[in-house]
């Protein structure tokens, strides 16, 4: 029987390191909000992020809410197109809140720069942004992350939340998917 765990080449971040990172994030988040009095809001960013906000957003230790945002940059194949589309925004005011974007990867950095720049003119008192994964090599614009997870090279990957045409996300681990899956 085909398993998915078959089309991995190998695994970049076990359980235990996703784990780990989303526990080091955390603890910087806590020491860096603690203002009870100003709203705490995680955007999280859908699909991918589904996974890692909920691990994170458990560690955090004062009171938060929790918006979705959905923003189409890949379409059903491996390459980013450049372009973004807000296809679920927020249903709600965000104005005079701390808000922090919740993303799984930040790979060209378009994503990210989009959504910070919207939010921001939405009369956000702060937006800050956390990926749980950061490939540098791809970035295509001016873009840091200021809550950054692991830093990994210029491979597909999967797992946790990350696709590949919609399939993968629910691996519990992260890793990196075999080019004779999409290359076929
Ligand atoms: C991925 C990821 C980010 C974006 C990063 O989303 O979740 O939102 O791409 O790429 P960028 O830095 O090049 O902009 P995707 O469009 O694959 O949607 P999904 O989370 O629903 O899988």
Not at 96 to 102: C, L, S
Not at 113 to 123: D, I, N, P, V
């Amino acid at each position: 029987m085909h398993q998915m765990k078959d089309d991995i080449k190998y695994i970049l971040a076990d359980e235990k390191k996703i784990e780990g990172t989303c526990e080091k994030l955390a603890a910087q988040i806590n020491a860096d909000y603690p203002d009870h009095d100003r709203e705490l809001v995680f955007v999280i960013v859908l699909k991918g992020s589904v996974f890692f906000a909920t691990d994170l957003i458990r560690r955090v230790n004062r009171p938060c809410t929790m918006e979705f945002m959905k923003v189409s940059s890949y379409g059903s194949g491996v390459e980013t197109s450049g372009f973004i589309q807000v296809s679920l925004d927020l249903k709600r005011d965000i104005k005079d809140a701390d808000v922090i974007i919740v993303e799984d990867i930040i790979d060209s950095g378009r994503t990210l720069q989009k959504l910070c720049s919207l939010l921001a003119t939405r009369g956000a008192h702060s937006v800050k942004t956390c990926a749980l994964l950061d490939k540098p090599e791809r970035r295509q614009v001016d873009m840091e992350v200021d809550y950054s997870g692991i830093v990994i090279p210029d491979e597909f990957v999967v797992g946790y939340g990350l696709d590949y045409a919609e399939y993968y996300r629910n691996l519990p681990y992260i890793g990196v998917l075999d080019p004779s899956v999409y290359s076929e």
